[in-house]
């Protein structure tokens, strides 16, 4: 039972990471001037669609565990 719930402890602190730096970029593309309000949308949907993509390669890299 140890292994797994470093694991978990593990997978908590990445998801919280991931969630901190998401919330960063947020927070420099508010400061962006309003009159690029188009590329701000775009650069938002660049950044959300690259964590996806992190996220999506981290799990591909996990090694299968047997049980």
Not at 39 to 45: C, D, E, L, T, Y
């Amino acid at each position: 039972m140890g292994p797994n719930l470093y694991l978990y402890e593990k997978a908590l602190e990445v998801h919280r990471q991931d969630l901190r730096h998401e919330m960063e970029v947020r927070r420099l593309l508010a400061r962006l001037p309003r009159r690029t309000r188009w590329s701000r949308r775009a650069i938002g949907k660049l950044g959300v669609l690259l964590l996806k993509l992190g996220a999506w390669l981290k799990q591909m890299e996990r090694p299968e565990t047997a049980l």
